[in-house]
């Protein structure tokens, strides 16, 4: 059956009630027949406002062509464009491919409210080569499941209402029109994986399995029923093992099976830490290096976009922990803030609280643990080395060396965020100085 507006308008009403559709227009074929079949329903779509989005990632001799085609396309429309010019330098590791979806998408968020929808044209047949190219890097159930149909973006959602529609249909829709589009030359570049499936195997598939997108699509639909019910579990499961500060109590990790304790860990540190998901052998390594170590052990198991470390019977997930050199000592007036490599210290004034300001007269000093170091906590009766003081309070080992100490003069004051020292804390009716670290977001 051939594509038409009101198979479009039958998508849409599958999505939530929206005030804007933003079309992301790159101006091949695919978007440019969204983008018509689109304006064919504006006086259908109950006043929601209709534009487009082009980004320009400069990686094309021809990239401000298109541009400007673009651009003439939505004037006969009389659809506003967008055009958002991006850099789409390659990181370190990262395909050329790989950055400029990134850059795109980044693009993108900068422009989704609530109440707005970004619409993308991916089809069919981009489904199935999805599908494929997953399964071919042994992704799990999340990444077989390919695109979803629709899903929350910055602060609204993304659509792709065209999911069921072959790329031959929608061809055969612009040339019914007679709309032109721009053919992007690095598609015929089977240097490229997509590109090498897509004239390469696909055509030998449908040879021989003339449904084969179809069947191809209903399976990533399987898939991602099943990713959603793992998911589920896993939430379950994150809700039984968790403690207040997001770290995972190994007592319960501990007593599900291999197969859900990596599901646990996938979903911890994706949905719950914003982190890369490590590969299958960084989870294998989480599962027998760091929950069986001993109690005393402090093992680390790290990958390029993020750590897992454990300590005192929690799991502790975080970004890859930079080796940072504290400045030794930082003089501070105790009133501007003071940036740190982790963040900064701010202070502010309060009744009863807080350091003594007369106790305090020597010049403030901002240090780091270097070793050796004692202090006498307030109500503590006598001096503790540092060290001692940092097993009690169940401070990480990889944390220690990040906390500011406060000196007045060649004593501790303050230990930020965990205790006042004798005798530089204010009095009940005095006026003191709270200090604390604001962490860098």
């Not at 506003?80 to 010019?85: Q, S, V, Y």
């Not at 020292?421 to 005095?430: D, G």
């Amino acid at each position: 059956m051939s594509f038409t507006s009101a198979h479009l308008q039958q998508a849409l009403a599958r999505f939530p009630a929206v005030h804007r559709y933003l079309i992301a227009f790159s101006g091949g074929c695919d978007s440019r027949v969204l983008l018509h079949a689109l304006a064919a329903l504006r006086s259908h779509l109950n006043d929601v406002v209709v534009q487009a989005v082009h980004v320009n990632h400069g990686l094309q001799a021809r990239a401000g062509e298109w541009e400007q085609h673009c651009q003439t396309v939505c004037d006969e429309l009389n659809i506003p464009l967008h055009i958002l010019r991006v850099d789409a330098t390659a990181q370190p590791g990262e395909s050329r491919e790989a950055a400029a979806r990134r850059a795109r998408y980044y693009a993108f968020k900068s422009l989704i409210k609530s109440g707005d929808m970004l619409l993308l044209a991916h089809h069919a047949d981009d489904q199935a080569e999805t599908l494929l190219l997953q399964l071919l890097r042994g992704a799990g159930a999340k990444g077989l499941a390919a695109m979803p149909g629709m899903t929350e973006f910055g602060g609204g959602w993304l659509g792709r209402p065209l999911l069921h529609e072959s790329r031959a249909n929608l061809q055969h829709y612009a040339e019914q029109y007679g709309l032109d589009w721009i053919e992007d030359p690095s598609n015929a570049d089977e240097g490229f994986d997509r590109n090498y499936l897509r004239h390469r195997v696909m055509p030998l598939l449908t040879a021989r399995w003339p449904s084969a997108v179809t069947t191809l699509g209903r399976s990533a639909g399987h898939l991602a029923e099943s990713a959603a019910l793992l998911a589920q579990l896993a939430e379950q499961d994150w809700q039984q093992c968790r403690d207040a500060h997001n770290r995972l109590q190994l007592t319960g990790v501990q007593q599900l099976n291999p197969a859900r304790q990596r599901n646990l860990l996938r979903y911890w540190l994706v949905s719950r830490c914003s982190l890369t998901c490590p590969d299958s052998r960084h989870l294998n390594r989480i599962l027998h290096e760091v929950l069986p170590a001993g109690d005393s052990a402090t093992p680390v198991v790290g990958w390029s976009g993020g750590e897992v470390r454990r300590y005192r019977g929690l799991l502790y997930a975080m970004s890859p922990q930079a080796t940072t050199t504290q400045t030794p000592v930082t003089a501070w007036d105790g009133l501007q803030p003071l940036p740190l490599s982790g963040g900064k210290l701010v202070s502010h004034p309060a009744k009863g609280e807080g350091l003594d300001p007369a106790r305090c007269a020597a010049p403030l000093t901002v240090r780091f643990r270097a070793g050796g170091e004692i202090c006498k906590p307030v109500g503590r009766g006598h001096h503790h080395s540092l060290k001692k003081l940092f097993q009690e309070w169940g401070v990480p080992p990889w944390q220690r060396q990040q906390v500011p100490l406060i000196y007045a003069g060649d004593e501790i004051a303050q230990v930020v965020g965990y205790c006042i020292c004798e005798p530089f804390q204010t009095a009940p009716q005095k006026q003191g100085l709270v200090i604390q670290l604001e962490n860098n977001s």
